[in-house]
């Protein structure tokens, strides 16, 4: 009836930015708050919250100033990537690659969101984007009820080709195989770069990076193109909710 309606609207009005589950003897209908947030409201007598899952992470120090966010459930994502440093290091490769490459994570992972890194020196800004970004998953993931949390994919790119395995387990873990680049320092910056989003996100990953055919065909921009191609859609596929259990048999990650 009208005036049930108006008690369940009045009833979302004030538990609105809350996550809890509340037990309440109402009929069935959805509301959707101001907030984005979508209350529904169960015949049966429960009313549960479905918060959009986001993480946001904050690092302020001598030397950086970084913001990461994620956004994992937007329909039409949208996302800023911006990195700036005081000064150059040539060997690692260039500010506008590694911005790139977040570019092709967020694109293929439909991600929402983004990063806004400024550093003294590069290495200093990616080490700690990449500690900032796992904490910026971990976030967004919550208790990972619910979610496919395997996935692994294999991504050519022009003689490169880009292997990566993940699993969402709670436990931070990266083994991951950068030796067949041949600027073995921007090989090694985004190796670590990977093992701390890794490592900070509480997720197991494995990657590797090769060149397969023609050995004339080398290019190290090629292999880590295709490798964040790669991360961006497993960890897309890997978060996706597929069920309401949490996938383990310790019934937590």
Do not use: W
Not at 76 to 95: A, C, F, N, R
Not at 165 to 181: E, N, P, Q
């Amino acid at each position: 009836s009208k005036s049930k309606m108006f008690f369940c609207v009045a009833i979302v009005h004030l538990l609105r930015g809350t996550a809890s589950l509340f037990t309440l003897t109402i009929f069935s209908a959805t509301v959707q708050g101001q907030n984005g947030l979508l209350y529904s409201c169960k015949k049966e007598g429960v009313m549960t919250l479905n918060q959009r899952r986001v993480g946001r992470s904050e690092r302020n120090t001598r030397e950086v100033k970084i913001l990461t966010e994620i956004l994992f459930d937007e329909e039409s994502p949208v996302y800023t990537i911006s990195l700036t440093t005081d000064k150059d290091e040539p060997d690692l490769g260039g500010l506008p690659t590694f911005e790139h490459l977040f570019n092709q994570i967020y694109r293929h992972g439909k991600l929402g969101g983004g990063v806004k890194a400024h550093a003294d020196l590069p290495h200093h800004l990616l080490e700690d984007t990449g500690m900032c970004l796992g904490l910026t998953i971990k976030e967004a993931l919550g208790d990972r009820r619910g979610i496919e949390r395997f996935a692994n994919l294999v991504v050519p790119f022009n003689g490169s080709l880009a292997t990566v395995a993940l699993d969402l387990s709670g436990r931070g873990c990266a083994t991951i195989d950068f030796r067949d680049m041949d600027n073995q320092s921007m090989g090694g910056m985004a190796q670590h770069l990977f093992e701390s989003i890794a490592v900070n996100g509480a997720f197991d990953l494995y990657g590797k990076v090769e060149t397969v055919g023609q050995i004339s065909i080398r290019s190290d921009h090629h292999k880590l193109e295709a490798f964040c191609k790669a991360f961006g859609t497993a960890l897309f596929r890997a978060t996706r909710v597929v069920g309401t259990d949490i996938p383990s048999t310790k019934g937590s990650l």
